[in-house]
T-cell receptor
Framework: RKEVEQDPGPFNVPEGATVAFNCTYS??????FFWYRQDCRKEPKLLMSVYSSGNEDGRFTAQLNRASQYISLLIRDSKLSDSATYLC????????????FGKGTHLIIQP | DTGVSQNPRHKITKRGQNVTFRCDPISEHNRLYWYRQTLGQGPEFLTY????????KSRLLSDRFSAERPKGSFSTLEIQRTEQGDSAMYLC????????????FGPGTRLTVT
């Protein structure tokens, strides 16, 4: 099983729709979880951290299910500018501090 | 612009040559990370520094790779005897704390080995 698994997509979604991505991770010792966004030929940038209680930032909602080792990202009222690759990121845990990135989910918002 | 700079932005080299990349992190950040990213993949962790100490290295970091951060500020990543499989984007990131803090990435150095 890969350390962090995501559906690579692409997800083609009409503007204004709601879209959800999922991610599973294999290391139960992981303690920190994030969604990063990466635009084409650009560096990754933090979109939001993911907390156990779930958290929301504007149109974005992130959820963590530790029992199932599952993370989700929900985007409401999608905008054209949301088109990007969304990377699920998990720290290695167990005293190791590197981050493990998923392959990313490619989202295309269509007008 | 995140404040993390990398040089050069592009490097083309012939197989067998040595290359060195530089990363200048955000000045107050004590942690610096190196990643490698190939097309269609997420960044893969290579190594990280806390100030000048190299605290963790990935299995991906073969003997041909070496990284330094001599004064706890900028860092260099050297690849000796480059192979075509080393062609990738090499990303540097810095953070002010431990793994739960946001990592700020530089624009990367794209290496092409011919």
């Amino acid at each position: 099983r890969k350390e962090v698994e995501q559906d690579p997509g692409p997800f083609n979604v009409p503007e204004g729709a709601t879209v959800a991505f999922n991610c599973t991770y294999s290391n139960s010792a992981s303690q920190s979880f994030f969604w990063y966004r990466q635009d084409c030929r650009k560096e990754p940038k933090l979109l939001m951290s993911v907390y156990s209680s779930g958290n929301e930032d504007g149109r974005f909602t992130a959820q963590l299910n530790r029992a199932s080792q599952y993370i989700s990202l929900l985007i409401r009222d999608s905008k054209l500018s949301d088109s990007a690759t969304y990377l699920c990121v998990v720290n290695k845990g167990g005293g190791a501090d590197g981050l493990t990135f998923g392959k990313g989910t490619h989202l295309i918002i269509q007008p | 612009d995140t404040g993390v700079s990398q040089n050069p932005r592009h490097k083309i080299t012939k197989r067998g040559q040595n290359v060195t990349f530089r990363c200048d992190p955000i000045s107050e950040h004590n942690r610096l990370y190196w990643y490698r990213q190939t097309l269609g993949q997420g960044p893969e962790f290579l190594t990280y520094f806390q100030n000048e100490a190299q605290l963790e290295k990935s299995r991906l970091l073969s003997d041909r790779f070496s990284a330094e951060r001599p004064k706890g500020s900028f860092s260099t990543l050297e690849i000796q005897r480059t192979e075509q499989g080393d062609s990738a984007m090499y990303l540097c990131a810095s953070t002010r704390g431990t793994a739960e803090y946001e990592q700020y990435f530089g624009p990367g150095t794209r290496l092409t080995v011919t």
